[in-house]
Protein backbone atom coordinates (compact mmCIF):
# COMPACT_ATOMS: atom_id res chain seq x y z
CA UNK A 1 0.00 0.00 0.00
CA UNK A 2 1.04 3.61 -0.34
CA UNK A 3 3.07 5.11 2.04
CA UNK A 4 4.43 8.45 2.84
CA UNK A 5 6.74 9.11 5.30
CA UNK A 6 8.06 11.96 7.50
CA UNK A 7 10.75 12.19 10.26
CA UNK A 8 8.66 11.24 13.47
CA UNK A 9 11.67 12.80 15.53
CA UNK A 10 11.68 16.01 16.58
CA UNK A 11 13.91 18.56 14.81
CA UNK A 12 15.52 20.79 16.95
CA UNK A 13 17.62 24.01 15.45
CA UNK A 14 19.09 27.08 16.80
CA UNK A 15 17.60 30.50 14.98
CA UNK A 16 18.91 31.93 12.03
CA UNK A 17 19.93 28.27 10.55
CA UNK A 18 18.24 26.30 7.58
CA UNK A 19 15.88 23.82 8.31
CA UNK A 20 15.29 20.79 6.21
CA UNK A 21 12.79 18.35 6.55
CA UNK A 22 12.45 15.42 4.56
CA UNK A 23 9.34 13.58 3.13
CA UNK A 24 9.46 9.82 1.08
CA UNK A 25 7.01 8.38 -0.59
CA UNK A 26 6.63 4.25 -1.30
CA UNK A 27 4.56 2.50 -3.97
CA UNK A 28 2.75 5.42 -4.91
CA UNK A 29 3.31 8.21 -7.73
CA UNK A 30 2.09 11.91 -6.43
CA UNK A 31 1.08 13.95 -9.23
CA UNK A 32 2.04 16.66 -6.90
CA UNK A 33 2.90 17.35 -3.02
CA UNK A 34 1.42 20.06 -0.52
CA UNK A 35 2.88 21.06 2.50
CA UNK A 36 1.07 22.41 5.79
CA UNK A 37 2.05 23.62 8.81
CA UNK A 38 0.04 23.00 11.96
CA UNK A 39 0.43 24.50 15.46
CA UNK A 40 -1.16 23.20 18.81
CA UNK A 41 -4.92 22.97 18.67
CA UNK A 42 -5.02 24.30 15.34
CA UNK A 43 -5.81 23.08 11.93
CA UNK A 44 -3.08 22.53 9.33
CA UNK A 45 -2.48 25.70 7.09
CA UNK A 46 -1.19 25.81 3.83
CA UNK A 47 2.01 26.43 2.93
CA UNK A 48 3.30 25.22 -0.54
CA UNK A 49 2.35 23.39 -3.41
CA UNK A 50 4.83 21.22 -5.77
CA UNK A 51 3.88 19.41 -8.85
CA UNK A 52 5.93 16.15 -10.22
CA UNK A 53 7.27 18.29 -13.45
CA UNK A 54 8.62 21.38 -11.11
CA UNK A 55 12.04 20.71 -9.23
CA UNK A 56 11.91 23.43 -7.19
CA UNK A 57 9.55 25.89 -5.33
CA UNK A 58 9.99 28.83 -3.33
CA UNK A 59 7.44 30.95 -1.39
CA UNK A 60 9.97 34.21 0.98
CA UNK A 61 11.77 31.57 3.32
CA UNK A 62 10.37 28.58 2.16
CA UNK A 63 11.57 26.14 -0.12
CA UNK A 64 10.53 22.89 -1.53
CA UNK A 65 12.19 20.04 -4.03
CA UNK A 66 10.72 17.32 -5.43
CA UNK A 67 12.46 14.39 -6.70
CA UNK A 68 10.11 11.84 -8.51
CA UNK A 69 13.90 9.50 -8.73
CA UNK A 70 14.51 9.37 -4.83
CA UNK A 71 10.56 9.23 -4.70
CA UNK A 72 11.47 12.49 -1.89
CA UNK A 73 10.25 16.22 -1.45
CA UNK A 74 12.14 18.26 0.96
CA UNK A 75 11.21 21.25 2.78
CA UNK A 76 13.26 23.48 3.43
CA UNK A 77 13.08 27.12 5.90
CA UNK A 78 16.00 29.40 5.65
CA UNK A 79 17.24 32.07 8.31
CA UNK A 80 14.62 29.84 10.79
CA UNK A 81 13.21 32.03 13.84
CA UNK A 82 11.22 30.95 16.86
CA UNK A 83 8.09 31.51 15.52
CA UNK A 84 8.46 28.82 12.65
CA UNK A 85 8.63 25.87 15.24
CA UNK A 86 5.35 23.88 14.71
CA UNK A 87 4.19 20.38 12.84
CA UNK A 88 4.80 20.32 9.23
CA UNK A 89 2.86 17.96 7.19
CA UNK A 90 3.52 16.63 3.70
CA UNK A 91 0.77 15.63 2.17
CA UNK A 92 0.35 13.56 -1.50
CA UNK A 93 -2.13 14.17 -4.29
CA UNK A 94 -2.91 12.05 -7.67
CA UNK A 95 -5.72 14.46 -9.27
CA UNK A 96 -8.15 12.86 -8.15
CA UNK A 97 -11.62 13.68 -7.82
CA UNK A 98 -11.87 15.41 -4.41
CA UNK A 99 -8.21 16.48 -4.32
CA UNK A 100 -8.07 14.02 -1.09
CA UNK A 101 -4.30 13.71 0.26
CA UNK A 102 -2.35 11.07 1.40
CA UNK A 103 -0.62 12.52 4.57
CA UNK A 104 2.54 11.54 6.34
CA UNK A 105 2.34 11.78 9.83
CA UNK A 106 4.75 15.26 10.70
CA UNK A 107 7.50 16.50 11.66
CA UNK A 108 7.26 18.32 15.06
CA UNK A 109 10.56 21.77 14.40
CA UNK A 110 11.94 23.69 17.38
CA UNK A 111 13.78 26.94 16.47
CA UNK A 112 15.45 27.96 20.05
CA UNK A 113 16.78 31.28 20.31
CA UNK B 1 -13.67 35.25 6.87
CA UNK B 2 -15.31 32.22 8.97
CA UNK B 3 -13.36 29.78 6.46
CA UNK B 4 -14.33 25.95 8.32
CA UNK B 5 -16.29 25.74 10.92
CA UNK B 6 -16.43 22.72 13.45
CA UNK B 7 -18.25 22.08 16.38
CA UNK B 8 -18.09 21.09 18.80
CA UNK B 9 -14.57 21.81 19.80
CA UNK B 10 -13.97 18.74 22.46
CA UNK B 11 -16.81 15.92 23.34
CA UNK B 12 -16.49 13.17 25.38
CA UNK B 13 -18.98 10.15 24.85
CA UNK B 14 -19.57 6.69 26.40
CA UNK B 15 -18.73 3.71 24.28
CA UNK B 16 -21.90 2.86 22.07
CA UNK B 17 -23.64 6.49 22.14
CA UNK B 18 -23.83 8.23 18.95
CA UNK B 19 -23.10 11.63 17.72
CA UNK B 20 -22.97 14.01 14.95
CA UNK B 21 -19.98 16.46 14.29
CA UNK B 22 -20.81 19.02 12.75
CA UNK B 23 -19.06 21.48 9.50
CA UNK B 24 -19.89 24.27 8.07
CA UNK B 25 -17.84 26.16 5.58
CA UNK B 26 -18.63 29.69 4.23
CA UNK B 27 -16.27 29.54 0.59
CA UNK B 28 -18.25 27.86 -1.81
CA UNK B 29 -16.39 25.52 -1.74
CA UNK B 30 -17.21 22.02 -4.38
CA UNK B 31 -15.30 19.36 -2.28
CA UNK B 32 -15.13 18.48 1.32
CA UNK B 33 -13.86 15.44 3.36
CA UNK B 34 -13.15 14.52 6.95
CA UNK B 35 -10.10 13.57 8.36
CA UNK B 36 -8.82 11.61 11.40
CA UNK B 37 -5.24 12.75 13.53
CA UNK B 38 -3.76 10.13 15.76
CA UNK B 39 -0.58 10.33 17.36
CA UNK B 40 1.92 9.26 14.63
CA UNK B 41 -0.01 8.34 12.13
CA UNK B 42 -0.88 11.24 10.12
CA UNK B 43 -4.20 12.61 8.83
CA UNK B 44 -6.07 9.47 7.36
CA UNK B 45 -9.26 10.10 5.03
CA UNK B 46 -12.70 9.15 6.22
CA UNK B 47 -15.24 10.36 3.83
CA UNK B 48 -15.68 12.93 0.96
CA UNK B 49 -17.79 14.65 -0.97
CA UNK B 50 -17.63 16.18 -4.40
CA UNK B 51 -20.73 17.73 -4.25
CA UNK B 52 -24.24 17.94 -2.52
CA UNK B 53 -25.78 14.84 -2.68
CA UNK B 54 -22.79 12.84 -3.28
CA UNK B 55 -20.16 11.45 -0.96
CA UNK B 56 -17.54 8.54 -0.77
CA UNK B 57 -15.59 6.67 1.49
CA UNK B 58 -12.16 7.18 2.07
CA UNK B 59 -9.32 5.57 3.69
CA UNK B 60 -11.09 4.27 7.21
CA UNK B 61 -14.59 4.34 6.75
CA UNK B 62 -16.08 1.51 9.44
CA UNK B 63 -18.02 3.52 11.69
CA UNK B 64 -18.79 6.49 10.37
CA UNK B 65 -21.72 7.87 8.36
CA UNK B 66 -21.90 10.97 6.11
CA UNK B 67 -24.39 12.63 3.88
CA UNK B 68 -23.93 16.22 1.96
CA UNK B 69 -27.32 17.95 1.18
CA UNK B 70 -25.93 21.51 1.25
CA UNK B 71 -22.57 22.90 -0.36
CA UNK B 72 -22.39 24.61 3.15
CA UNK B 73 -22.34 21.74 5.74
CA UNK B 74 -20.80 18.03 5.82
CA UNK B 75 -21.44 16.16 8.62
CA UNK B 76 -19.88 13.07 10.21
CA UNK B 77 -22.03 10.90 12.17
CA UNK B 78 -20.45 8.24 14.38
CA UNK B 79 -23.18 5.66 15.02
CA UNK B 80 -22.00 3.62 17.81
CA UNK B 81 -19.25 5.20 19.50
CA UNK B 82 -16.14 2.31 20.10
CA UNK B 83 -12.53 3.49 22.11
CA UNK B 84 -10.88 2.79 18.72
CA UNK B 85 -12.63 6.81 17.28
CA UNK B 86 -10.99 8.26 20.06
CA UNK B 87 -8.72 11.05 18.19
CA UNK B 88 -8.90 14.80 16.78
CA UNK B 89 -11.49 14.78 13.43
CA UNK B 90 -10.65 17.66 11.17
CA UNK B 91 -13.01 18.72 8.22
CA UNK B 92 -11.24 20.53 4.97
CA UNK B 93 -12.64 21.90 2.12
CA UNK B 94 -11.63 22.77 -1.43
CA UNK B 95 -12.24 24.26 -4.74
CA UNK B 96 -13.13 21.94 -7.41
CA UNK B 97 -9.97 22.36 -9.67
CA UNK B 98 -7.29 19.58 -9.57
CA UNK B 99 -4.76 20.33 -6.78
CA UNK B 100 -6.42 23.25 -4.64
CA UNK B 101 -5.07 23.95 -1.06
CA UNK B 102 -7.40 22.12 1.72
CA UNK B 103 -8.27 24.43 4.22
CA UNK B 104 -8.98 22.67 7.18
CA UNK B 105 -10.71 23.75 10.58
CA UNK B 106 -9.42 23.46 14.05
CA UNK B 107 -11.12 20.31 14.65
CA UNK B 108 -12.57 18.05 16.93
CA UNK B 109 -11.20 16.56 20.07
CA UNK B 110 -13.15 13.28 20.80
CA UNK B 111 -12.57 10.92 23.73
CA UNK B 112 -14.38 7.90 23.74
CA UNK B 113 -14.90 6.35 27.41
Known amino acids: SQKIEQNSEALNIQEGKTATLTCNYT??????LQWYRQDPGRGPVFLLLIRENEKEKRKERLKVTFDTTLKQSLFHITASQPADSATYLCGCGNNNAGNMLTFGGGTRLMVKP | NAGVTQTPKFQVLKTGQSMTLQCAQDMNHEYMSWYRQDPGMGLRLIHY???????DQGEVPNGYNVSRSTTEDFPLRLLSAAPSQTSVYFCASSRRQGRQPQHFGDGTRLSIL
Open chain 2, 49 to 55: SVGAGIT
Open chain 1, 27 to 32: NYSPAY
